[in-house]
């Protein structure tokens, strides 16, 4: 009898989520609710269904019908919307938090007050504000060196930084303005200097995995200039470290998503089952936590998955009934590449709608489908990152050319960022490193 699994999402990491449980030696029934027709994912299911994702009587429904025994949600407003509470009513496990332990991602002064609460290291000097009263004195007091965060899901546009976004005091008081005006709470807090990573963690209430350590690069074009992104491309190194962390820089950011596992469970009484995303900084005063994603990082997803050697069946068993300590995760001692080809024009004033040709792409294991569609029949391009190509060999530099000459065969108006992975690019990171150090 087959394991009826649903998969949540229909981008590039839920591609990505696919295709690791396609690759696992049990018999396997993938069912997929999605928002955009993926190619990839739906030529892996059993059934592939276009709906509202965030409906939760649209997915129990759905999931009830099919007799599904296992969810995966992939993006965070499902989780937000409570998903993962209404298929645990009808008895189906999930990978994904519930609502409340999802606050992680979903709150940043959810986040900011429990790491306070339960005194765990890396967090900033910081203030909660829903109105302009005390914004100027607190502006002040940090200087030059702050950043002003929506409180709540922004798809990675609410996070305003000094320097980067704002230039000034009066522009970070006009940024608030806006934020109130919407009856918005907010953080300002203390700018981080350094070098980010990203530490994600397999959780099943008390015992967390750590997957290798991820690079991302938010910024649109290359030598990190222009607009943030939600990720243009990543690299993961052998030795699951990364070329500008030390050995102690791994372990802090072990120690601190173990640490937010235990405040969470202190905190609601029940365990965190899912993924548990630290986005960490590496400064000269060791490691920092910028924020918590309560899901895979979308394009990180694909770096960790496509190394991945432990059967993911077996994690999503470990992770929700609560036995990962039994499991022995392992990763391949690879390094990874991940570039991602978007439309021109993105991430202001994308192109939508043209077509886009992926044949000259040989090994599809490689390729990874996101915001598309088909239309008449071929592939379209629908606004957002499009598709990605993920390089995995024994070092960055070889990961990183077959990046590069795969993603580089895909034909439409699309661009991507060709220094991703580099060594010119690796070598900038150490230094910045090091000049902090």
């Known amino acids: 009898m087959s394991d009826k699994i649903l998969v949540i999402g229909s981008g590039a990491r839920e591609h990505s989520i696919v295709k690791a449980i396609e690759r696992s030696s049990r018999e396997v029934d993938v ?42 949600i992939g993006p965070e407003n499902p989780l937000s919307k409570g998903i993962a509470d209404t298929l645990w009513d009808t008895k189906i496990k999930v990978v994904g938090p519930k609502k409340h332990l999802a606050q992680i991602e979903t709150s940043k002064a959810f986040t900011r007050n429990l790491l306070k609460k339960y005194k765990i290291p890396g967090g900033p000097k910081y203030k909660v504000f829903n109105s302009i009263s005390g914004v100027k004195d607190f502006l002040k007091e940090l200087g030059e060196n702050y950043v002003v965060k929506f409180d709540g899901l922004a798809g990675g546009k609410g996070v305003k930084v000094a320097g980067d976004h704002l230039s000034s005091h ?91 596992a235990e405040a969470l469970k202190n905190e609601f009484k029940e365990g965190y089952k899912g993924i548990l995303y630290g986005g960490f900084m590496a400064t000269e005063e060791g490691v920092k936590l910028i924020e918590y994603n309560a899901r895979f990082g979308d394009p990180e997803a694909m770096n960790v998955l496509s190394i991945l050697e432990t059967d993911f069946m077996d994690i999503c068993d470990g992770i929700t009934m609560g036995k990962l300590e039994e499991l022995d995760v392992t990763f391949k001692n690879k390094a990874t590449v991940c570039k991602y080809a978007v439309p021109e024009g993105y991430p202001d004033n994308p192109v939508k709608g043209e077509i886009i040709d992926v044949s000259k792409i040989e090994n599809e294991d490689l390729l990874f489908y996101a915001s598309v569609d088909i239309k008449n029949g071929v592939l379209i391009e629908s606004g957002s990152r499009t598709v990605a190509v993920v390089g995995v060999d024994d070092t960055i530099e070889k990961a990183e050319k077959i990046a590069e000459k795969e993603i580089s065969k895909i034909q439409g108006p699309l661009f991507h960022r060709k220094d991703i992975g580099t060594n010119t690019l690796i070598q900038k990171r150490i230094k910045h490193m090091e000049s902090l150090r």
């Open 170 to 260: 009066s522009e970070a008081l006009e940024y608030c303005k806006e934020l109130i005006s919407k009856k918005q709470e907010f953080v300002i807090e203390e700018k981080f200097i350094g070098q980010e990573f990203s530490l994600m963690s397999f959780c099943d209430g008390d015992t967390l995995k750590h997957m290798p350590a991820v690079q991302d690069h938010k910024r649109a074009y290359e030598n990190d200039k222009g607009p943030n992104t939600g990720g243009m491309g990543t690299y993961s190194d052998t030795g699951h470290s990364l070329p500008f962390l030390q050995k102690k820089d791994i372990e802090d950011a072990y120690k601190i998503n173990q640490a937010t």
């Open 31 to 72: 069912f997929c609710i999605a928002s955009n027709m993926n190619p990839g994912i739906a030529n892996l299911c059993t059934e592939f269904i276009i709906d509202d994702f965030n409906n939760p009587k649209v997915v129990s429904r759905y999931a009830n019908e099919n007799d599904v025994s296992i969810g995966v």
